[in-house]
């Protein structure tokens, strides 16, 4: 395979005085630390009120079983310098054949469970500069992510505002929300609104959950029946409840363009997810007034979630139901997971059968277009000059991409010329199949409540054929789209003529739409018109009624 590969999920090796050597002098006492365990061999990251954690289990390249287990009685002496040396991860990622990474943390993870809310934030700004350090020594190839805490909402904006402005690409946080204040909560709104506006993607990476598994002895025991028991599913569970939160708690309805990363959490099993939700929403959630989608749940996923996986065959089979546009590789550098240095050959392995245009979107395009990276050339084979800043995509977007993109785009104008066309001649029946089954028609005239909602297939196939030839002529102008995957959104100037009590009467505003592909076609799933004014006319098309 000659084209570039993106790692969407690798991580550091933390230095070992990283934060006794950065963190405030007040802090110096209670500063994350490793030491050396003096009951076994191996040493040990400690912090108040934390489990101890293993530290050679973060860089275990590839290790299991009896080379696992040998491997955890080592210290920093049997890691790879490459995680915590920029120039040596460069040479890493070239012995693999990796172009670029998302860049996590290893150490920070268990400091997510960390009970003083202060002490933490001081220990994820110290960590957010050292990683910022660390990856401006090649940004081109280094994508950083930053570790926020929102106990503080507010602390938690600042601090992402200020790793933005450092050079992160996204952030990371709690995987599972205290239960007392889900994410749904609107405490959450303000980080969730800047996250958006920002369009930075925010991450719920495997094992950062608030409280972390013990072991007997209150340490981290990485064998025998009580961990397989304990962890083998439950990381998983642990991030389909916080994504149920997100859907069912609305918070992807009322922030249509968030970006959700589940890091690490492999992705076979998103597709019977989706059946899942959707199923019980149907059946059950539809009885409450509590909920108010506008979507089906597996649709705010579809739209708002990417998922990244390592060797999970089964996602990269299930690219048709889930993950063309959604799924990303990732190699898990240098943990136990790790597929380096054979991520070649772990693809190939992995992506049998799949056509080779998917491939590439789920081993590199898919990431690039997330994070918005600038790929370097690395020769032939590739076609995949991908975004560099906000504002430049239609330049460094893909041929591939560029090309099936006019496709959409004109398809998508000839979807609203059809509208227009038939609701002059009053065709409204095929009006109505314009619109997917969840689709929404809203017109206001501005600075006025909505005098027409029509939401829902039945409300769609009721509403539109009640339309007369020669009742409404809608005219557009200048019509611009944005796609993103199965999903666009546009605007559009308007020009209508009505008749309104045998009155003649001319309006202008604008079209504010979104639109869905379902089954290879393009729909409206919200037209909402907005007008500036309707003006009577003395002589006019009522009178020739």
């Not at 299991?64 to 310098?81: F, I, N, V, W």
Request: net charge negative; hydrophobic share 35%.
């Amino acid at each position: 395979m000659k084209d570039r590969i993106v790692s969407s999920d690798s991580h550091v090796v933390e230095p070992a005085d990283l934060w006794t050597e950065r963190l405030d002098n007040r802090f110096k006492d209670q500063a994350p630390r490793v030491i050396k365990n003096e009951e076994r061999p191996g040493y040990f990251f400690v912090a108040p009120g934390v489990v101890p954690f293993p530290v050679a289990s973060i860089s275990a390249i590839g290790k299991s079983g009896d080379e696992l287990k040998k491997h955890l009685s080592t210290g920093y002496e049997a890691a790879r310098p490459s995680g915590w040396d920029p120039a040596e991860r460069l040479k890493d990622q070239d012995l693999d054949g990796v172009c670029a990474e998302v860049i996590y943390t290893s150490l920070g993870m268990p400091l997510f469970s960390l009970p003083d809310s202060e002490l933490q934030r001081a220990c994820f700004r110290a960590y957010n500069d050292w990683l910022a350090d660390f990856a401006s020594y090649s940004p081109k190839r280094l994508y950083p992510i930053a570790l926020i805490s929102l106990d503080d909402v507010a602390d938690g904006v600042s601090e992402m505002e200020r790793c933005v402005k450092r050079g992160h690409h996204g952030v990371q946080i709690c995987g599972v929300a205290p239960p007392e204040r889900p994410y749904y909560s609107s405490d959450y709104d303000p980080f969730w609104t800047a996250a958006q506006e920002m369009q930075i993607p925010v991450s719920l990476h495997l094992g950062t959950g608030r409280k972390s598994l013990q072991g007997r002895g209150g340490q981290v025991k990485l064998t025998g029946r009580d961990f397989m028991i304990n962890t083998t599913l439950a990381p998983v569970h642990e991030i389909q409840r916080s994504l149920c939160s997100l859907i069912f708690g609305g918070v992807l309805e009322r922030f249509p363009r968030l970006r959700i990363v589940s890091a690490e959490n492999d992705s076979g099993w998103f597709p019977h997810m989706l059946y899942r939700i959707d199923h019980f929403y149907q059946k059950f959630g539809t009885m409450s007034d509590e909920m108010n989608l506008t979507m089906k749940p597996s649709e705010y996923v579809r739209r708002n979630v990417w998922v990244t996986f390592q060797d999970d065959m089964v996602g990269p089979m299930t690219w048709k139901i889930f993950g063309e546009d959604n799924y990303m590789w990732a190699s898990d550098f240098p943990h136990s997971d790790s597929t380096w240095p054979h991520s070649r050959q772990v693809i190939e392995r992995s992506f049998e059968g799949v056509p080779e245009t998917v491939k590439r979107k789920i081993v590199c395009d898919n990431a690039a277009r997330l994070y918005r990276m600038e790929l370097e050339w690395k020769g032939p084979g590739s076609l995949s000059i991908l975004i560099a800043k906000p504002g430049m995509e239609h330049l460094m977007k893909t041929l591939e991409q560029q090309v099936r993109e006019l496709a959409d785009r004109e398809e998508i104008k000839e979807l609203t010329a059809k509208y227009a066309h038939w609701v002059a001649m009053g065709q409204g029946a095929k009006v109505a199949q314009l619109f997917t089954d969840d689709g929404a028609f809203i017109n206001e005239l501005m600075g006025e409540e909505p005098n027409i909602t029509v939401r829902g297939r039945k409300q769609l196939d009721e509403f539109y054929p009640n339309l007369k030839k020669g009742m409404a002529l809608p005219c557009i102008h200048n019509h611009i789209i944005e796609i993103d995957g199965d999903n666009a959104k546009g605007t559009c100037t308007i020009e209508v003529r009505i008749t309104q009590n045998n009155q003649s009467v001319i309006g202008s505003g604008y079209y504010a739409d979104t639109y869905r592909r379902v089954n290879g076609q393009w729909k409206f799933v919200e037209r909402h018109s907005y007008f500036h004014h309707f003006v009577p006319l003395l002589k006019g098309w009522a009178e020739q009624g």
